[in-house]
Every structure is written in C-alpha cells, then in structure tokens.
C-alpha cells in the first residue's frame, strides 16, 4: 500500500494531533506534512473549526499581500480541572486547553480527613471556580488529580498510601464521576509536577527526573517523553535508598540508613538539634539557611550530597538531560543544589553528565497543579477521547 492510500484514511482526530500543539499553520503546510491533498485539508480544517476546537490565526508580521490563514488550537475550545491535594493543602484550577489558569483557590485541608470529605470539598471548590470562569459543567473535558501517595494510575486508586488513611484502594473517579460527567484521571503528586515542571520550564525534554525533598523525599521520571509509573505505581520513589552515610539511622519505613532519614526536611532539623540548634521542622531549617546560619548551611548541603548520591544511579540508570529539585526543601535554594552536583557532576561517567542540568525547579509550588492541568489535557486531546467527541 502507497503512502498516499494509507494518508487518505487520515480523519480529524490524526489532523487533530499536529494542531493541538497550539503552533499556527497554513492549509498547504498542513498539507505538505500529511501528504494530504489540500482539498481534503480545508474539509478537515473546517470541522475542526465547526467543533470549535481549532481557530484561525491572524498572522502577526505580514511581509506583503494577502497572507495565508493559519491555523492552531482553540484553547478556550473546552476547560479542565487541575487538583492538587497534598498532605495539609490543596489546590484546585479550571485551566483552558492550553493549561492557562482561568481561576484557581488553594486551602488548608487535611489528607487525613479521607477521601468522601476532601474530594468533597475538590468537587464543590471546582464548581465555584468553574462558575468564576463564567463556563458551563459540560466544557469540562477532563479532571486531573494528584495525590500524596502511590495510584494505581489505570484505575485512579490509591495504593497503600502510607500517610492517606482511609484512602486505601478508594475509587476516586467513580466518586468524582457520579458527580460530575468527565474522564477522570488520577497520579502520585510528585509524577504530576514532573509533568507541570516540564511544561512550564522544559517544553519538549523527553528525559527529565524531578525530585522533591519535603517531609518525604521522592522523584517523577519522564523518560521518552513519557511518565515511568511502574508495576506498582512507585517508580522513583527514591526515598528508601539506602545512603553511605546513614548505616545506624532509623527510617520510618522501619529500615536504617534511608535517604529519607537523612536528608528530607525533618531529619535535618533532627540533625540540627542535635548540634544545639533551634529547628523543629523543615521550615525552619529553610528560615535559617536564609538567615545565614552557618551550622544550617553545612547541613542543607550535606543532604544534597546525601540527595546526589541516590541520584548518581539514578543518572546512569536513565541519562536524563534535567533533574529539577523542588518541594518545600528546595527554597533553601543553592545550597542544596551545590550538594547534589558535587555528588553527581564527581561521580557519574563524563558523557551522561555531558549535558546534564541540575536545577532548582522552575514551576515550584505551582509544578503540582500545572501537570495534574497536563494530565487531563493529554487525556482530553487524545485521539481515543477526541474520536468520542468526533462520533458523538
Ligand atoms: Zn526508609
């Protein structure tokens, strides 16, 4: 079969997947990389518009003459829900196609609540923010959710998630959907900042770890351009390998020596008081690396050497090109990081740190509902969901 017999059979859903990118193209561009006649073209072009999911572009610069319509994603087309719920706070955002925020609200709200009262509390938050934005409940295509602990991510349930009572095995988008009529897709907090950490800061890297180092410490890995979930749902959760330094420290995971015993933000304010130094948690740890305390610093950089150790497997077990450190440790801000590149610039092969940038996150406290944003809009934007939207 010719190339031209097996483009013929190319719907609005494939012609669909060059223009979500949002990049304004021309019927003949269109054309040119789909082998495509531009007859057929301007057909799907024009359902596409029909569907309201694709919008003309005025050229900004014209250099003369008529200049050619273009083409690109309408990003107001439809509205996503992106909720962030960690262990004491959540965020909740409508965001258009395009993941700008249209309205957006972040609480205190307690995890340990269980999951009828939280996602209670995330359903009525969205709708009051749905209404903000001035849309109807059906614009929504999609909701996105992260949680504090692992998913199973093909049914959005949560598996023995350590501090999530009550959340064990629970439906979430069986709950969420006898409320509202939209896929629903659910992940671990830290696999959706990886997403939201990509978007925001690294569009198009197809190999980028992000780390967060809070009370816990874990990693979200996009190799190949996608999100490494696992068996279990627990790739990169880092947190209980065993560190060099560590050998006699207990871990409450109920084993010694973890990286999380040694370097996530309680066990450095443990460290500290050790040393005669007022620090109770992690935030003040944070305080008082900005305030210049020696003792503090020295700590702060000792974790992200402790951080950078685990992270040289890490590096030759998956050649990222970016690691990005967030969660509330990473305020501390260089300190830590200067710890993790001593460890992994030194000891990883010349060629896999070659290229390799170890940065603060960029996305920081907004990484984790930017990529639950992300989350449901690959959904949304998928041949599968937009061939239902195409029939419907
Ligand atoms: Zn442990």
Redesign the pocket.
């Known amino acids: 079969m010719g190339g031209e017999a097996a483009s013929a059979g190319m719907g609005v859903t494939e012609l669909f997947q060059l223009l979500r990118d949002g990049v304004p193209r021309t019927r003949a561009q269109l054309a040119k990389s789909t082998g495509l006649a531009r007859s057929t073209i301007a057909v799907r072009v024009d359902e596409l518009m029909r569907m309201g999911l694709v919008t003309p572009v005025a050229e900004a610069a014209s250099t003369g003459g008529r200049p050619p319509s273009q083409f690109a994603l309408n990003p107001g087309a439809r509205v996503v829900v992106a909720a962030d719920i960690g262990a004491s706070h959540a965020t909740v955002a409508i965001t258009d196609l395009g993941a700008t925020i249209l309205a957006e609200r972040t609480e205190p709200l307690d995890i340990t609540l269980g999951p009828v009262p939280v996602l209670t509390w995330t359903l009525e938050t969205a709708l009051a923010l749905l209404a903000e934005a001035g849309r109807p409940a059906r614009d929504i295509a999609a909701i996105g959710i992260g949680v504090p602990g692992p998913v199973e991510f093909s049914t959005g349930r949560p598996v023995n998630p350590p501090i999530m009572p009550g959340w064990d095995r629970f439906d979430i988008p069986g709950w969420v959907r006898q409320h509202l009529d939209a896929p629903v897709l659910v992940d671990n907090d830290v696999n959706i900042m990886a997403l939201g950490e990509r978007a925001t800061a690294w569009p198009g890297t197809e190999h980028l770890m992000f780390v967060k180092i809070a009370t816990g410490i874990g990693a979200g890995v996009i190799s190949g351009g996608q999100l490494l979930r696992g068996a279990q749902g627990v790739a990169g959760d880092i ?2 390998v065993r560190v060099a330094r560590g050998s006699d420290v207990p ?5 010694r020596g ?1 990286l ?2 040694l370097a996530s933000g309680p066990a450095i304010a443990r460290e500290l008081r050790g040393q005669g130094v007022d620090a109770q948690n992690g935030n003040d740890v944070v305080d008082l690396v900005k305030h210049g305390n020696i003792d503090a610093i020295q700590a702060v950089r000792q974790a992200g050497r402790d951080i950078g150790e685990v992270l040289t497997a890490c590096v030759s077990l998956m050649n990222p090109s970016v690691i990005a450190i967030g969660g509330s440790m990473a305020r501390v801000g260089e300190h830590l990081i200067a710890g993790v590149r001593e460890v992994v610039y030194t000891r990883s092969t010349p060629l896999a740190t070659e290229h390799l940038s170890i940065v603060q996150s960029s996305a920081a406290e907004n990484a984790g509902v930017s990529g639950a944003s992300m989350l449901a809009i690959e959904h949304a934007l998928s041949p599968a969901a937009l061939h239902m939207l195409v029939t419907a």
Do not use: F, K, Q
Not at 251 to 255: A, D, H, L, Q, W
């Open positions: 947190g209980h871990c409450s995971c109920g084993n973890c999380e015993a």
